[in-house]
Nanobody, 124 residues
Framework: QVRMVETGGGLVQAGGSLTLSCAASGRTDRRYAMGWFRQSPGKEREFVAAIGWSGASTRIGVAVKGRFTSTRDNARTTVFLQMSSLKPEDTAVYCC?????????????????WGQGIQVTVSS
């Protein structure tokens, strides 16, 4: 089992930047891809980004492409979601998730471990 904890959320003005972190603990000795999803009231969960075990392979969601990036630390236990040029429509609860295996995926059903989520609010 792997525990995921997100930090770094909060309130930011439109056009600003924010970086989320997700720390994984537990069975992180195995190859483990991690992803970010978000959900706002009345909307379905949306894929944001995913990064593979090595950190070299990433996938970025269509709605955030060109504005968000995902990186991973050298220990491979923490992933970051760097968000820039934020828009009010980026307001949501952001969750990180993990799946054993090396490749990033945007399929939420592939992820077996989820964080509690963290609120990001972008004011206009």
């Amino acid at each position: 089992q792997v525990r995921m904890v997100e930090t770094g959320g909060g309130l930011v003005q439109a056009g600003g930047s924010l970086t989320l972190s997700c720390a994984a603990s537990g069975r992180t000795d195995r190859r483990y891809a991690m992803g970010w999803f978000r959900q706002s009231p009345g909307k379905e969960r949306e894929f944001v980004a995913a990064i593979g075990w090595s950190g070299a392979s990433t996938r970025i969601g269509v709605a955030v492409k060109g504005r968000f990036t995902s990186t991973r630390d050298n220990a491979r236990t923490t992933v970051f979601l760097q968000m820039s040029s934020l828009k009010p429509e980026d307001t949501a609860v952001y969750c990180c998730a993990g799946t054993f295996g090396g490749s990033p995926t945007q399929d939420s059903s592939a992820y077996s471990n989820w964080g509690q989520g963290i609120q990001v609010t972008v004011s206009s």
